[in-house]
């Protein structure tokens, strides 16, 4: 069956980095467009990245410019790569697979001096 698992979530000061990594299997990993989701408490679950199957991108606008998505198909792992982060970034980050909707347990990333 479809699993989605990420990592790489924690606690990091404002300006610092971090990556957030998602494993996935039972499915053919190379045919599939992902995404990267964000929610943070009391707000609405909000599309941060997608990765298409051929490798083009897209990202939500409040991280346009400090995020960066990519995949690696030998390994069935997306990731997401982020920059210059901000409090407002502080939230539970999941892994998506937008044909089927499928969705990951997610991650916790906590931006905090």
């Known amino acids: 069956q479809v699993r989605l698992v990420e990592s790489g979530g924690g606690l990091v000061q404002p300006g610092g980095s971090l990556r957030l990594s998602c494993a996935a299997s039972?499915?053919?990993?190379?045919?599939?467009?992902m995404s990267w989701y964000r929610q943070a408490p009391g707000k609405e679950r909000e599309l941060v990245a997608r990765?298409?199957?051929?490798?083009?991108?897209s990202y939500g606008d409040s991280v346009k410019g400090r995020f960066t998505i990519s995949r690696d198909n030998a390994k069935n792992t997306v990731y997401l790569q982020m920059n210059s982060l901000k409090p407002e970034d502080t939230a539970a980050y999941y892994c998506?697979?937008?044909?089927?909707?499928?969705w990951g347990q997610g991650t916790q990333v906590t931006v905090s001096s």
């Open positions: 039972g499915f053919t990993f190379s045919h599939y467009d």
């Open positions: 990765i298409a199957s051929g490798g083009s991108t």
């Open positions: 998506y697979r937008p044909i089927g909707g499928y």
